[in-house]
T-cell receptor, first 114, second 115 residues
Framework: AQSVTQLDSQVPVFEEAPVELRCNYS??????LFWYVQYPNQGLQLLLK??????LVKGINGFEAEFNKSQTSFHLRKPSVHISDTAEYFC????????????FGSGTRLSIRP | GAGVSQTPSNKVTEKGKYVELRCDPI?????LYWYRQSLGQGPEFLIY????????DSGLPNDRFFAVRPEGSVSTLKIQRTERGDSAVYLC?????????????FGPGTRLLVL
């Protein structure tokens, strides 16, 4: 079984400041890792994913995440945030052997202050 | 439309009633997924279809929940004898195939409120 922990339910940040959203996972099997974003009143959108290869993954809107196998983490970062980044961010995993479910964390609400 | 669509966008019903939620996947996508997102939580998997058949229904909470995809395209999630605890946003997603590396594309969801 897999589980995903997002320790920060809310992260307030000033505009143009850097941000890191933390994600840790637990799994007895190898997994793929994802970050999804949910803008207000919109559906979930894939931000980035780690499948294999380089542990540093770059996604849309200037976000990147780093896979750390020893720490079972997949933290999301952005060097300078904008008001438009205000959204809910979900970390998720999917096992190599599962053709079905994605397991999501509980989400982190990123609020940007001007 | 190019994306996954879901109807209705909002549904209010009374406890004990029957509801149907509809999902139109992206054209040509063979895999379809249903998730449920309760307030303050991440989406939770309900059921997955590959073509017309339910390949994994392990996430359905009980036998009041049922889903179909008779022609391998549109899917309907059916909830019998609704309870207040069923109130949530029901999300549908589709992917081109069921490969584990495939991206799942999500619809905007149906917000269900059971009074």
């Amino acid at each position: 079984a897999q589980s995903v922990t997002q320790l920060d339910s809310q992260v307030p940040v000033f505009e143009e400041a850097p941000v890191e959203l933390r994600c840790n996972y637990s799994s007895s099997v190898s997994v793929y890792l994802f970050w999804y974003v949910q803008y207000p009143n919109q559906g979930l959108q894939l931000l980035l994913k780690y499948l294999s290869g380089s542990t540093l993954v770059k996604g849309i809107n200037g976000f990147e995440a780093e896979f750390n196998k020893s720490q079972t983490s997949f933290h999301l970062r952005k060097p300078s945030v904008h008001i438009s980044d205000t959204a809910e961010y979900f970390c998720a995993v999917r096992s190599y052997s599962s053709a079905s479910k994605i397991i999501f964390g509980s989400g982190t609400r990123l609020s940007i202050r001007p | 439309g190019a994306g996954v669509s879901q109807t209705p966008s909002n549904k209010v019903t009374e406890k004990g009633k029957y509801v149907e939620l509809r999902c139109d996947p992206i054209s040509g996508h063979t895999a379809l997924y249903w998730y449920r997102q309760s307030l303050g939580q991440g989406p939770e998997f309900l059921i997955y279809f590959q073509g017309t058949g339910a390949a994994d229904d392990s996430g359905l909470p009980n036998d009041r929940f049922f889903a179909v995809r008779p022609e391998g395209s549109v899917s309907t999630l059916k909830i019998q004898r609704t309870e207040r605890g069923d109130s949530a946003v029901y999300l549908c997603a589709s992917s081109q195939t069921s490969g584990v590396q495939e991206t799942q594309y999500f619809g905007p969801g149906t917000r269900l409120l059971v009074l």
